[in-house]
């Protein structure tokens, strides 16, 4: 049973996704009650919320695609989609309690370290103070819209698939989908069969892994795993394992990463006969080198009699449709993005603010850093959950968060026992880790040859390299030699007299 802490951290988690719900009830159970959640959407679940186009489906099986503390035993399909997986964190909030600690439609605008305490001020003018803040702000986030010539002069109907208009009707009409990444290939599927005419306009093809996305879950699972929990616990412990034989097919080149890539180009070969359209669908890189695409609908949909797949260069956006660069104007009614996100802007364009006013813009002048994805040198009590590296493209998202989470727990009860009143990681322990990060990468999949969304601006691979035991090392046992701790001197309350306790 959680017991009362002497001194009670006041805690500010911004965004409630996964990565924030995880951080609120990890702090719940560890019996820290002082926090509050800034959401700046009208409901929780971060991208789940954010997302909300036709066919989506999370391609990561359901099964292992829920928190550890939360277990889901009747899970509807082996894929869940999109809103199955809202109404689960809805749930999850409700059951724990967190809706008492939420603030829905509260943008953080700035976030400033003051006095060892963070100032934290809110689009709509409230201010809050707190010891810590937990950025929580997830990584595809902020929708990325090419800047086309003559967008504007469209006619009809544009839409980003992050941003879904739910009244938007395409049956009936003549559709355009720019991108070929997860979220294109879903998209496609999903509006094909009832438009006029669907058009994929592709400017890189992506190999897609055949799956039977829409593959229904048999109700007598759910009743035996809802029956034995220690059932349920197995199936999500062997779930974790064999995630973890896939991270290594990313991690390292061996003859796995071999036998997965060989599927993916049978999928192609055996789904699409037309030679010069498998043509155009064949990417010129290793499979998996960005993230995989899985579908078992997408090669039908794209074969369809009223669908076509356009390679040529976009030039223009005309009132009427799209131009290519072979001079044809494809007539369209509307334009569905499916063209990512700024992936790298974490908790930007916040105004946020660490010691001596160091801007985040400073501070990752040279691309986002993050000691162990959780800690920024110069920002003291701050933490962030899903940060930098995090591991998008192998292990379970949940089991990071709530790792990280647990670690930073380990700092909160440190607080409140009164062992210090600001860490911050050091500079050097974060140049540290990320140059073992960059040693990491050379082996990986990602580092083959592709141009992918995990890209910084500065060619560095922001993804986690390493495996789930690496992790677990990593975030289990705080090192207080790779961090600044200061205190108060006993009686001390003016903050210039604070001492430094270790310092490295
Ligand atoms: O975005 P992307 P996404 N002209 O960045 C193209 C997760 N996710 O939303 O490859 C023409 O992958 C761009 O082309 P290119 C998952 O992690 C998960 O599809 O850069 N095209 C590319 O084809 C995924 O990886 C699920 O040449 C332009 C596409 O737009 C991540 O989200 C479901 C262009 C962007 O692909 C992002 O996926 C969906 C231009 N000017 C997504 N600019 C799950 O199931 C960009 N493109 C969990």
Redesign the pocket.
């Known amino acids: 049973m959680a017991t009362t802490p002497p001194r009670e951290p006041s805690i500010i988690i911004i965004g409630a996704g996964v990565a924030g719900i995880a951080a609120a009830v990890t702090f719940k159970k560890a019996g820290f009650e002082d926090f509050v959640i800034l959401e700046k959407g009208s409901d929780v679940g971060g991208v789940w919320f954010w997302n909300r186009y036709p066919g989506?489906?999370?391609?990561?099986p359901s099964q292992l695609y829920q928190f550890g503390f939360a277990p889901k035993p009747d899970w509807s399909r082996v894929w869940a989609t999109g809103p199955e997986i809202q109404r689960y964190h809805a749930k999850v909030v409700d059951e724990f309690g967190l809706r008492a600690h939420l603030r829905l439609d509260s943008e953080v605008t700035d976030a400033v370290f003051e006095d060892d305490r963070w100032q934290v001020t809110v689009a709509d003018g409230t201010r809050l103070s707190a010891d810590f803040v937990i950025a929580a702000t997830g990584v595809?986030h902020h929708p990325?819209t090419?800047d086309?010539p003559g967008l504007d002069s469209f006619e009809g109907t544009v839409v980003h698939?992050a941003r879904w208009d739910d009244a938007l009707v395409t049956a009936g009409r003549r559709v355009a989908v720019?991108?070929?990444?997860?979220?294109?290939v879903?998209v496609v599927s999903a509006l094909q069969p009832e438009a006029a005419r669907l058009l994929q306009?592709?400017?890189?093809p992506?190999w897609v892994l055949w799956a039977p996305m829409g593959l229904r879950r048999s109700a007598l699972v759910a009743k035996a795993l809802a029956a034995s929990p220690a059932l349920h616990d197995r199936v999500y412990a062997a779930a974790l394992w064999a995630s973890g034989i896939l991270a290594d097919v990313a991690l390292r080149p061996t003859w796995r990463r071999r036998a997965v890539q060989e599927l993916a180009r049978w999928s192609l070969r055996v789904q699409v006969r037309d030679k010069a359209l498998r043509e155009s669908l064949t990417p010129g890189y290793q499979p998996l080198c960005?993230?995989q695409v899985l579908s078992g609908s997408y090669y039908r949909a794209i074969q369809a009699d009223n669908a076509g797949l356009v390679t040529d260069a976009?030039t223009e956006i005309t009132p009427a449709g799209i131009r290519t660069a072979d001079g044809r104007e494809h007539a369209v009614d509307v334009i569905v993005f499916?063209?990512?996100?700024h992936p790298h802007n974490y908790m930007r364009p916040m105004n946020l603010r660490g010691r001596d006013g160091l801007t985040i813009d400073q501070a990752w002048a040279k691309g986002p850093r993050a000691y162990r994805m959780s800690a920024i040198p110069g920002f003291p009590n701050l933490f962030t959950v899903l940060g930098p590296n995090s591991p998008?493209g192998s292990i379970s998202l949940q089991y990071s968060a709530e790792l990280t989470a647990r670690y930073i727990t380990r700092w909160l009860r440190r607080f409140a026992a009164g062992e210090f009143d600001t860490v911050e990681v050091t500079e050097e322990a974060t140049t540290r880790f990320t140059d073992a990060v960059t040693e990491a990468m050379g082996p990986t999949v990602w580092n083959t040859g592709c141009?992918s969304?995990y890209f910084t601006e500065q060619n560095t691979i922001d993804l986690w390299p390493f495996d789930r035991a690496t992790m677990t090392a990593l975030l289990t046992e705080p090192d207080d030699n790779d961090f600044l701790i200061t205190t108060t001197a006993a009686g001390a309350a003016d903050p210039k007299e604070r001492e430094c306790r270790s310092t490295r």
Do not use: E, Y
Not at 56 to 60: A, F, Q, R
Not at 201 to 204: I, S
Not at 338 to 341: D, E, I, K, V, W
């Open positions: 989506l489906t999370c391609d990561v595809l990325f090419p086309l698939t720019i991108g070929s990444g997860s979220t294109g879903q306009f592709t400017r890189t992506q960005k993230r976009i499916a063209t990512g996100f998008t141009n969304w």
